[in-house]
Structure formats: structure tokens, C-alpha cells
């Protein structure tokens, strides 16, 4: 039965400031370098979530971000896991602006919010630092994309929210883009919250990154040019990156030609992520889909074996040619004991790695607090602002801290 169990999970795998610039008057221009989404395939709920939660990074991709980048590459997977640990388990999904400036080799990438954090993640992982050079960069239309060109909740109670990250100001001289003050009044009907980073100590940001939030009914931080995020590697990451490994091995997709094609990309992105990523960012993926809101990223749409689990669909009712191709060949019987022992696997992965990632918390809580805490850390940041504002939609954080 393992080979079969092995021989389907290969076929898955395979299937400057506002304040004094004289041109404020030019306010409200056409924005002329709309570049289009990257699409990522939007996977519908396992079951409704009475939360959701959608946040955009808006982040500096220039050469002098490189630390700040390689940190939002380690961090995201807590940052989601924080997010999620409201009373309340919200629906999470995460949405990407990475922008430089004009003359470089893009000005925007926009990465459309999806609670397919697994494929992401894949593209975040492709960003790189480059380009850059002058000091203001296209701030402007980074705010523009992530407040219009995204898909947000047209739900009333949804924590909307956008992080403005990067160490550069605006440039306020393009005569054919529209100013963050006009994006961010779009932002206010829309219910967004701006919060903003700034990344180094470079006055000028300082002052636009402090309006733009005051704009914005967000909060203005600054952290270290490497992001001031706090990593620390635990004895059980290794164990927890290898036990989620074997977890994603249990995932059965079935469906048509086009849920099979949409299936594979989420597939690949988790295959790349355990080929690529730190195993520290690892174990952190592991921790955030053993939540009640990772549940969303793990499964994805048309996960065979929960489905069937859950009493939603009946095995005999799936058309033989949507099953995964080593299952056409089955009888019902060895259909059904194939899901059977498959589920049971994965409970069994599912309460070791839930058991490991307890330990790891505690260990890297105590390690935080022997270092004598983590007040000026990105995560602790982002945190605080997240609890204050998602807090007065209701959802309520009863920690301390965030999630290391």
C-alpha cells in the first residue's frame, strides 16, 4: 500500500515629502505603467471562516533592500501564522507588491491576494534585490496597485490591510501618476488600513513614510536596513520541516483537466519550497498550516482524501477519469482503503508536527525573552499594529507576542 501511496504522490507531483514639494497641484494624473497581475489560482474555502484577514506587502525590491527581502522571504510563514492565531481563526490571504522604479527592469510586480500562500511564496522567492541607485523610487505607484489592483473582501468585517516597506521616498516629479494622498483616500472608502516600515534611518523616507501612514489610519516603524526580524533556529526545525514534507505527500487532487492543471502549480510551488527554502522557513510553513487557518494553504481545492473524510462527497459519485491516474485502475474497495489509510497517515503526521511546533514555540519564546526581548523586531512590529486594528473588527489576540 505505501507504494501505491508513493506512486500517487509522484503523479501529483509530476500532474520627497508631500509636505514641500511645490507640484502637489498634479495630484490625480492617469497612471500609465499598470503592469498586470501574476496570477495565482484562487483556492476556495475548506469551510467558511467567520474572519478573513487579507494583507498586501508593498515592498522596496531595490538593490539597497536585499536584507529586508531575504528577511521577508524567512518571516512570512509567522507573520501568517501570527495573523491567524485570533480567537476567531481567520481566513488568511496574502497579496505582493514588489516595486523599484522607473528604468528599472520593472517599476511593479503584483502577486493577487490568495490563501494559496504555498504558491506565494514560490514567486516572493524569485524576488531579488536590484536596481535602484537614486533615492526616491515609485512608491506612488506601488500604493496605487496595491489599493486598486487587488482582489480584496467586499466583506464589511474583513481586516484590510497594506505594509508600505522600503528606505527611499516617493518620487513626487512624475507628472503622470496618481499621488499616494488621492490612493490613500481610495484606501479609506475602501476600509484598507496603510501601515508603513521604513527600512534604515534616511530622513526624507521618514517624513513620507510618517504622512503616508497618518493618511492611511496606519502606523509608521522603522527597523535596521536588514529588517531587525528575529531568527533563531530551534532543535526541531529539521524534524518539522522533514515531518511536513511527508505531510504534503498525502494530498490526493482530483477534478477536471482545468482543477488538475490549477492542483500542479500549487504542487510545484511546495515542491520548490522544500527544494529552496531555509529549513527554518520550513518548519515555520509547517507551524502556520497546522493552525485551524493553514488548513486553507494545505489542502488547497479538490483534496481527494479530506473531501471523502468529511462526508462532502461520496467516492462513488466522482467520474472515474477525475480520480488521480493510479486510483483509475482500483475497485471501490481498494479505493476506499487507500483514503482510509491515507487519512489516517496524515492525522498521525498532523499531531506529531502539532505536538513539535508547541516545543518549538516554547523554545524560541524563552530564547526571546533570555535576550532580553524583541520590542524593536519587524515581528513584533507588525504584530502589535495587527492586534490594535484586526481588534477593532473583533477579532481578539490574547499573546504577548507574536509567533517566532
Request: charge should be negative.
Amino acid at each position: 500500500m505505501k507504494s501505491k501511496i508513493t506512486a500517487i504522490a509522484l503523479f501529483a507531483t509530476t500532474a520627497a515629502t508631500v509636505a514641500l514639494y511645490p507640484a502637489y497641484q498634479s495630484i490625480g494624473g492617469i497612471t500609465p505603467v499598470k503592469q498586470p497581475p501574476i496570477e495565482i489560482p484562487v483556492i476556495n474555502p475548506v469551510a467558511r471562516q467567520s474572519a478573513r484577514i487579507d494583507v498586501v506587502f508593498a515592498l522596496d525590491t531595490t538593490g539597497s533592500m536585499s536584507g529586508l527581502i531575504q528577511a521577508a522571504k524567512e518571516k512570512i510563514w509567522s507573520i501568517a501564522t501570527t495573523m491567524a492565531s485570533a480567537n476567531s481563526a481567520p481566513e488568511v490571504r496574502m497579496g505582493l507588491v514588489a516595486y523599484r522604479d522607473r528604468g528599472d527592469a520593472y517599476v511593479t510586480q503584483v502577486i493577487d491576494l490568495s490563501s494559496d500562500l504555498d504558491t506565494m511564496y514560490a514567486k516572493l522567492m524569485d524576488f531579488k534585490a536590484d536596481g535602484g541607485g537614486d533615492s526616491p523610487e515609485s512608491v506612488n505607484q506601488a500604493l496605487h496597485d496595491a489599493v486598486n489592483n487587488m482582489s480584496w473582501s467586499k466583506d464589511g468585517q474583513a481586516y484590510k490591510v497594506v505594509f508600505l516597506v522600503g528606505d527611499a521616498p516617493p518620487h513626487m516629479d512624475y507628472q503622470d501618476d496618481v499621488k499616494y494622498p488621492v490612493t490613500l483616500a481610495t484606501a479609506k472608502q475602501k476600509n484598507i488600513v496603510v501601515n508603513t516600515i521604513q527600512s534604515g534611518h534616511n530622513s526624507g523616507t521618514r517624513q513620507g513614510w510618517q504622512q503616508i501612514a497618518s493618511l492611511g489610519n496606519g502606523q509608521y516603524f522603522q527597523v535596521g536596513q536588514a529588517g531587525n526580524a528575529v531568527a533563531i533556529s530551534t532543535p526541531f526545525d529539521e524534524k518539522i520541516a522533514k515531518l511536513s514534507a511527508k505531510l504534503d505527500d498525502t494530498r490526493l487532487y482530483y477534478g477536471d483537466k482545468e482543477e488538475k492543471a490549477k492542483q500542479q502549480r500549487k504542487l510545484k510551488s511546495a515542491d520548490k519550497l522544500h527544494a529552496s527554502a531555509s529549513v527554518e522557513s520550513r518548519a515555520r510553513r509547517a507551524t502556520f498550516n497546522a493552525s485551524k487557518s493553514g488548513e486553507r494553504n494545505f489542502l488547497g481545492d479538490g483534496e481527494l482524501v479530506d473531501d471523502i473524510t468529511s462526508g462532502r462527497v461520496d467516492l462513488s459519485s466522482i467520474d472515474r477519469d477525475k480520480l488521480p491516474e493510479p486510483m483509475k485502475p482500483m475497485t471501490p474497495v481498494e479505493q476506499e482503503v487507500l483514503i482510509t489509510e491515507t487519512a489516517e497517515r496524515r492525522k498521525e503526521l498532523q499531531s506529531e508536527i502539532s505536538v513539535l511546533a508547541e516545543q518549538r514555540s516554547d523554545y524560541l519564546k524563552k530564547k526571546v525573552e533570555e535576550g532580553g526581548g524583541a520590542k524593536d523586531s519587524l515581528d513584533d512590529k507588525i504584530y502589535r499594529a495587527v492586534r490594535e486594528q484586526a481588534g477593532k473588527l473583533g477579532m481578539v489576540y490574547e499573546a504577548d507576542a507574536p509567533d517566532y
